[in-house]
């Protein structure tokens, strides 16, 4: 399982890509919420 830190890292990284066009509207789409569903689980 991953610390929330190294969500955030993965995050941050998948984000830089972003925008810098390495990934596409779904591709980020699909990534944000994975993230919202973990944040969510996190809080459970």
Known sequence: M??????LQIS???YYEY???KLTQ???EDF????EDLI???GE
């Open 19 to 21: 925008v810098n066009k």
């Open 26 to 28: 779904r591709d980020f």
């Open 40 to 42: 969510t689980i996190q």
């Open 2 to 7: 991953l610390s929330l830190g190294q969500k």
């Open 12 to 14: 941050l990284i998948l």
């Open 32 to 35: 944000k919420k994975s993230i």
